[in-house]
């Protein structure tokens, strides 16, 4: 799975949300609204949600703590470290017309690195002096 998609207990994120609006004094929509910036309906939404199912996706994680000024470990502590570390070759099969078995959309260095050797390969790159690769 993506590391993204990957989900995180919201229960430390709803907290330190309603915590900074109390500190701050604000209604959760003044908190994560607009500020010299763009409306936010979205976060929001995407509280209430987390509220519901108990889970927030590491996407959704890092958006709420860029938003508020905050780093995904001031939240998560180890939990954020051990979600996103991947320490799995993602060697499953690929979706039809990828140039590698390794899965798409992933953010490892591993995956990053085996796509754009896959992707050099496919586009006939030459080395200089018109060496071919071992």
């Known amino acids: 799975m993506p590391i993204d998609r990957r ?3 919201a229960a430390p994120l709803i907290e330190m949300v309603h915590s900074a609006a109390r500190r701050r004094r604000e209604a959760l929509e003044e908190l994560l609204g607009p500020v010299d910036g763009p409306d936010r309906p979205w976060l929001v939404a995407a509280l209430r949600q987390a509220e519901t199912t108990g889970a927030v996706t590491v996407l959704m994680g890092e958006q709420f703590c860029d938003v508020l000024g905050w ?3 001031m939240v998560w502590g180890d939990t954020y ?5 991947d320490t799995t070759p993602h060697t ?3 979706p039809p017309g990828t140039t590698s ?3 798409q959309g992933c953010r ?3 995956c990053r690195e085996a796509n754009r050797t896959a992707v050099a390969r496919s ?3 030459h080395r200089l002096g018109g060496e071919r690769p071992a």
Do not use: F
């Open 92 to 94: 499953g099969p690929a």
């Open 101 to 103: 078995a390794w899965r």
């Open 7 to 9: 989900r995180l207990p």
């Open 108 to 110: 490892c260095l591993d």
């Open 71 to 73: 780093h995904p470990r």
């Open 123 to 125: 586009t006939g790159r």
């Open 81 to 85: 470290d051990a979600t996103i570390a």
